[in-house]
């Protein structure tokens, strides 16, 4: 099994129901597929974990960076697992506010990694603080 991180910006502007869909429509094929996951939404940028059997994750990163509404696609970082970190989420979401302290170190880098600043070389540095941030708030968020 694999996690995978990418950040990518949206291609337009992207509403609640533009997110209500992509959730929805997420969460069913992520579900049929075997895939769990994060996504966080921070002012037009995309932040996900995705994790599942390498074939999968990959065929679904593909169809995600061919999707019209994603501009500026990165992997972050990409590991082996034995253990799902989102198991009990077939895509749990957090929408992070760069006014709140909690959310702006996320928020921070996420900016930083669609400049380039941050890439794979970070040794998985990226992967972990989303990681950490996720863990502030798993039971506040609905799978």
């Not at 992207?14 to 996951?37: A, F, K, V, Y």
């Not at 970082?77 to 702006?104: C, N, Y």
């Not at 669609?114 to 972990?128: A, I, K, Y």
């Amino acid at each position: 099994m694999i996690q995978l991180l990418y950040v990518s910006g949206a291609s337009r502007e992207m509403s609640e129901s533009d997110l209500d869909t992509i959730l929805q429509t997420s969460r069913t094929n992520n579900q049929r597929n075997g895939i769990t996951g994060m996504l966080m939404w921070a002012d037009g940028v995309f932040i996900q974990i995705l994790e599942g059997e390498p074939d999968r994750v990959r065929q679904l990163v593909a169809r995600i960076q061919g999707d019209p509404r994603h501009c500026y696609f990165m992997v972050m970082h990409e590991q082996t697992t034995d253990e799902r970190l989102f198991s009990d989420w077939s895509m749990g979401f957090k929408k992070l506010d760069p006014q709140r302290t909690a959310d702006s170190d996320v928020f921070a880098l996420s900016k930083a990694a669609l400049s380039e600043r941050v890439g794979d070389h970070d040794g998985g540095m990226f992967f972990d603080i989303i990681l950490a941030f996720s863990r502030d708030f798993l039971s506040e968020v609905p799978a």
